[in-house]
């Protein structure tokens, strides 16, 4: 008799054969892994993109909320619409204004942070096996969406000028020659993460002309645009094509992530397939977090604010470009971004950001492996490196700690040679790729 156990005793999961097939598509990505470990206050994280919310004027935002709940509590706390709170759909309009965006409010959608507009749209949109066009590299948390909608995602080449319009004419081709459906452009114009390049405004046009004549829509995600360090917030691509760009903002970088405050800017036919959306997903966003933010934004200098925040950025910006340009290896390049929260790092031929993060944890620094913004396995051969959180102190001791892992990397390399080559497909922006970048070192 055959005392083997059966099979599905030894699984860890016993509901394996249950779920539904998108599920394949759901895995953890690698910086929610990275969590744990770059939270230790031993380690220097460059990775995590968490906003800097020490200058926010608590006193204010106290303030506002504890009026919000002695005045409007009832309704504050109560169920929502859908769309969102009226009065801040008003405000979001005028936020929007300051980037050439002229909106009417019942355009406006509001979401629980653009992560789920993102969502909402890839759930209105794609079928399983459409095509959605993304930048090389693009955001983790889209990809992820994207993934779990069972959607394919083709990258397109960016370079220091963000996306560069042939590439994009190019994947659409190979696309629509190959039989495929392409459902939208997903693109971050401002700042990007995790390139930290921005797409110039000539290149914006390219982009939209291009779009209109293949039938392509435009999903801008635009979470960093009033961020710049050094110039006033650039026109939006929405500003210039109403009817075929779905525009995304957020509150969580100019305000503050924890009340999961975003929207989504769509054509009114959109619109409404969006609100369906929202309501089965969570019957209305978060009433009270709308409502404190709209207190906040009536009450205090939020563009002020803004100001303030744009200055921290960009002496954190100058703290880790500085560290770079006196500690890295030869070899290495980086762009020199002009807002935002990132630095995108591109490694020596033949180090494998992915294989070495493990050393670098050891070393008590963290950051992300360029293989987390890929959906097609490039990306080893670079990192993001995110300069929003730490002082700028701290910036400086991260570098100086991955520059030293760096080092014993390339040492390695170049004592064993040959046994550490990786093949050239899959070292990170290689076979197709150029590294995007300003300033490039």
């Known amino acids: 008799m055959d005392s083997t156990p059966a099979r599905s005793h030894a699984r860890l999961d016993s509901f394996v054969d249950r779920y539904a097939a998108r599920t394949a598509g759901m895995t953890a990505s690698e910086i929610r892994a990275l969590f744990a470990v770059a939270s230790r206050p031993e380690v220097v994280s460059l990775a995590g993109g968490m906003p800097n ?40 309009a005028e936020v929007m204004r300051l980037e050439g965006i002229e909106a009417h409010p019942d355009d406006v959608v509001v979401t629980v942070g653009s992560q789920q507009a993102v969502d909402l749209v890839t759930r209105i949109f794609c079928d399983p096996g459409d095509v959605v066009i993304c930048e090389a590299p693009s955001y983790v948390g889209a990809l992820g969406v994207f993934r779990a909608y069972q959607a ?23 696309t629509k020659r190959a039989g ?61 094509d109403a009817d075929n760009v779905i525009y ?30 929202q309501e089965s997903a969570t019957l209305c966003p978060p009433q009270f977090s709308q409502m404190a933010i709209s207190a906040y934004l009536s009450a205090h200098d939020w563009q002020g604010q803004i100001k303030q925040f744009r200055e921290m950025y960009r002496e954190r910006r100058d703290a880790m470009v500085s560290a770079l340009d006196d500690l890295m290896p030869a070899g290495c390049r980086w762009n020199v971004p002009d807002g935002g929260f990132y630095v995108w790092l591109t490694l020596p031929p033949g180090i494998d950001a992915k294989a070495m993060l493990p050393r670098a944890v050891t ?49 390695l390399r170049a004592t064993f040679g040959a046994s550490l080559e990786h093949e050239i497909s899959e070292r990170g922006l290689a076979a197709g790729y150029d590294a995007p970048g300003t300033d490039v070192n």
Not at 200 to 217: A, F, T
């Open 363 to 411: 070393a008590r620094v963290a950051y992300v492996p360029g293989t987390a913004f890929f959906a097609d396995g490039y990306g080893s051969g670079a990192m993001r490196l995110s300069f929003c959180y730490p002082t700028p102190e701290r910036i400086r001791e991260g570098v100086r700690r991955l520059a030293g892992v760096l080092e014993d990397e390339i040492e």
């Open 248 to 277: 995304l903002g957020s509150f969580s970088k100019t305000f503050a992530p924890g009340f999961r405050v975003g929207w989504a800017l769509a054509p009114h036919p959109v619109r409404e397939k969006l609100v369906l959306a």
């Open 53 to 92: 919310i020490t200058g926010l004027p608590l006193d204010v935002v106290g303030h506002a909320i504890n009026d919000l709940v002695l005045q409007h509590g009832p309704v504050a706390m109560q169920y929502g619409s859908g769309q969102g709170v009226p009065e801040l759909r008003e405000q979001i």
């Open 152 to 174: 394919e995602v083709v990258h397109a080449e960016m370079d220091a000028h963000g996306l560069v319009p042939e590439a994009l004419e190019q994947a659409i081709a190979a």
């Open 180 to 240: 495929r459906r392409i459902k939208f452009l997903y693109t971050i114009p401002n700042f990007h993460n995790p390139a930290g390049v921005t797409m110039s405004l000539e290149r914006r046009s390219r982009v939209l002309e291009i779009c209109r004549r293949e039938g392509v829509l435009v999903l801008e995600d635009n979470p960093y645009g009033l961020l710049g360090f050094d110039q006033e917030p650039l026109r939006a691509m929405r500003a210039d």
